[in-house]
């Protein structure tokens, strides 16, 4: 009998410890190995586990205005920071004010605290060297490079309608032709000429190219050159015209399920362990806090536009709607 009543304080035991263990459910737009590594170490250092599903910008909105009236998570982990204004503005996020927010530079925080930047993430160009010598290409070093004939169907990039690295792309091209939309969507016409594939994801056409894919694919510079450094033989150059940049940042989820352990999430993220987990990724961070690796690109070397992602959210609608119907319906899904 008094086996049988240990036996029985044991299982209640384990199973009140199994009811009270604690989680946060999370989006990410974070590649998956990056977003794993991060979450791993927060579940290791408070016990708190995260469950998390690794989506596309544009499928995280999507999702979270379907899931707007039972939300199914709390968190939102990575993403362009033009779709976190896009979350705000739709309601779809709510404020937080960090305690660990002042490691970030002000311009890359929601003045209403409803987002926070983590990192800058300009857009690049890259291509197979190997291809590339198959076919006689050189390298493209601008956006006017792409369009010329001898890249007919050998680029891929991301198509905007569920990419962020993509609408970044066209708002980009924008600033580039000095606001003129007709001449910018003109460009984009004849860049079309040159796309093999638009595909769901940014960094989808990095993965072709340095597999050998395709030639040449359009995405974010951390992309490429963790692709690089992995030693996939690719070539990487900034657009000399003009590029814009990413930046990647994080909200707390409007009536999530795990409101507090969302917020320690938060937190945890904007500290210095995880922002270097992060910079690993060979992206420029924005936190203080954080330890730089060293990419072989500088900001101040490059051609930036001059960016305002508060412009880009509010005209999104507007700008795919055209691109829609001027361009490409919808992205591929092979």
């Known amino acids: 009998m008094k086996k049988f009543v240990f036996a029985l304080v044991c299982v209640m035991l384990f199973a009140g410890s199994a009811f009270s263990a604690e989680v946060v459910k999370a989006y990410t737009t974070m590649e998956e190995p990056l977003a794993k590594a991060l979450f791993d170490e927060f579940e290791a250092e408070t016990g708190i586990k995260v469950e998390w599903v690794r989506l596309s910008g544009g499928e995280a909105i999507a999702r979270l205005e379907a899931e707007r009236a039972n939300p199914q998570a709390s968190i939102w982990v990575g993403g362009v920071g033009t779709q976190h204004i896009e979350a705000k503005l739709r309601g779809l996020s709510t404020p937080y004010r960090s305690r660990v927010a002042n490691s970030i530079p002000s311009r890359y925080r929601d003045p209403e605290n409803y987002w926070t930047g983590l990192y800058v993430g300009p857009i690049a160009f890259c291509m197979n060297t190997e291809r590339a010598k198959e076919l006689g290409l ?103 015209d003009g590029t814009g940049f990413e930046t990647a940042s994080m909200s707390i989820l409007k009536n999530g399920p795990d409101p507090l352990n969302a917020k320690k999430l938060y937190d945890w993220v904007l500290g210095q362990k995880a922002m270097d987990i992060i910079a690993r990724w060979y992206v420029i961070p924005l936190s203080k806090l954080a330890t730089a690796t060293n990419t072989g690109f500088s900001l101040e ?32 899904k092979k």
């Open 138 to 240: 050189e390298m493209p070093k601008s956006w006017a490079d792409l369009i010329k004939p001898e890249y007919a169907k050998k680029v891929r990039v991301a198509h905007p309608s569920t990419s962020g690295t993509a609408y970044n792309m066209i708002t980009t091209v924008i600033r580039i032709f000095n606001g003129d939309e007709d001449k910018a969507f003109a460009y984009f016409k004849e860049l079309a000429k040159s796309v093999e594939q638009f595909t769901r994801s940014g960094s989808a056409p990095g993965k072709s190219c340095a597999l050998g894919e395709i030639p040449v694919a359009i995405g974010y510079l951390h992309d490429q050159v963790k692709l690089q450094k992995e030693g996939a033989k690719i070539e990487i150059a900034i657009p000399e």
């Open 301 to 332: 070397k490059m051609n930036l536009v001059n960016q305002d992602d508060q412009w880009d959210a509010a005209n999104k609608e507007r700008l795919l709607e055209r691109w829609n119907k001027e361009i490409s319906t919808a992205p591929e």
